[in-house]
């Protein structure tokens, strides 16, 4: 499994499919929810098993802290490590810019993953995109 920050529109479009195969089709996210206006400005990270994307997340800085956003794996490779690979990653990109603290949304269903991380819900449950979520903080 290789990580790789998001540099070429191939490795772009790599990360837009694994969203859609996760978000679109399988959680039945629309398309005009998960394609956002964030794009542009976000790190965004693709991961690769044998040339082939498997997982997806980006990066953004809000109020001085490090946003992970759209993390997905494919269903294929759950279970087996990509996740934690996916964000040890982000972490290290936002601590490298700085970063002391993130945050994310996470659907309930991935809180205890991001427990595991060392994050803390710091929210009750609300609905992004019809599904269930809390925010979830970690300090460096």
Known sequence: MQVM???????????????????????????????????????????YDDEQPVGAGRLRFVDGYGKVERICIAESVRGKGVGRLLMEKIEATARGEGAKKMKLNAQRQAERFYEKLGYETVSGEFLDAGIPHVTMVKVF
């Open 5 to 47: 920050k998001v540099e070429t529109k191939q490795q772009l479009d790599d990360a837009f499919h694994i969203r859609t195969e996760v978000f679109v089709k399988e959680q039945k996210v629309p398309m005009e929810e998960e394609i956002d206006q964030y794009e542009e400005e976000a790190t965004h990270f693709v991961v």
